[in-house]
């Protein structure tokens, strides 16, 4: 099943990207490469069942079985053990991928109460952008009573844009609601 976004993105936004960023050749237009989602689990020193629920939540916000995340040493201030369970991270590509962003940006963070726009600055450099967010609830695929706890949640969306100001332009013409700067 392909996604709307990206027939639109084949058809309107690689175009006009193009024009826009005075490229000759179709492949030099910079692309979403992957979108990875990520909840890191402080609580999960305490509660076991905590990766289960994050694992379940990633799943129903992208559509695809989240993995866990396990430590790679053992940190004694945060009492974290090697092999522990501390998270979990889903890589979307293609139409997944192209479906997830859609509603992401259509639909779940319009959903955000007091937004503002994402910022801008929050790009690294290479063209890949991140963005955090404070709750799984602005998926309205999740269902209030069955979450056992708010977690946040972040989003990378890794381009091919050689630039971030390449990226920003493609991520913009995606629909990304990035803050007006002034």
Known sequence: MASRLKDR??????PALMEELGMVNIMQVPRLDKVVVNIGLGEAIDNANAPEAAVRD?????????????????????????????GAAVTLRGDKMYNFVDRLFSI???????????????????????????????????????????????????????????????????????KATN
């Open 58 to 86: 990633i799943g129903v916000m992208t559509g695809q079985r989240a993995m866990v995340t396990k430590a790679r040493k053992s940190i004694s201030n945060f009492k974290i053990r090697e092999g522990m369970r501390i």
């Open 108 to 178: 779940a963070i319009p959903r955000v109460r007091d937004f503002r726009g994402l910022s801008p600055r929050s790009f690294d450099g290479r063209g890949n952008y991140s963005v955090g967010f404070d709750e799984q609830l602005i998926f309205p695929e999740i269902d209030y009573g069955s979450i056992d706890k708010i977690r946040g949640f972040q989003v990378v969306f890794v381009t091919s844009a050689e630039t971030d100001n390449d990226a920003r332009a493609l991520l913009g013409a995606l629909g990304c609601p990035f």
């Open 9 to 14: 993105f084949i058809s309107d936004i690689r």
